[in-house]
Nanobody
Framework: VQLQASGGGLVQAGGSLRLSCAAS????????MGWFRQAPGKQRELVAG???????NYVDSVKGRFTVSRDNDKNTVYLQMNNLKPEDTAVYYC????????????WGQGTQVTVSS
């Protein structure tokens, strides 16, 4: 079971980035997918989640700027990040939890997102 995240980088404030996370070794449609982030000195937080049928949820600080989506045929989840702010700077992780559980049990490696002011 593996989650492979990509798409991070350095961008100026107001810019955009798109993160991708490819899953393998699991029945993707049976998993809720989430994007987390952790900034230096801060706790990891759930940024966005998406269920197999497309229901989404977001932390308040990214609502209206970030969009999570998934392609169940490609076993991939995306995070489109627009109007990025310096406070969005963090390591971003994708994660998966089986649909009947509440705990994210599968984690990808992080990808760094840095937003300069």
């Amino acid at each position: 079971v593996q989650l492979q995240a990509s798409g991070g980088g350095l961008v100026q404030a107001g810019g955009s980035l798109r993160l991708s996370c490819a899953a393998s070794g699991l029945k993707f449609s049976m998993y809720v997918m989430g994007w987390f982030r952790q900034a230096p000195g801060k706790q990891r937080e759930l940024v966005a989640g998406i269920r197999s049928e497309g229901t989404t949820n977001y932390v308040d600080s990214v609502k209206g700027r970030f969009t999570v989506s998934r392609d169940n045929d490609k076993n991939t989840v995306y995070l489109q990040m627009n109007n990025l702010k310096p406070e969005d700077t963090a390591v971003y992780y994708c994660a998966a939890r089986y649909v009947t559980t509440s705990r994210y049990s599968v984690w990808g490696q992080g990808t760094q997102v840095t937003v300069s002011s």
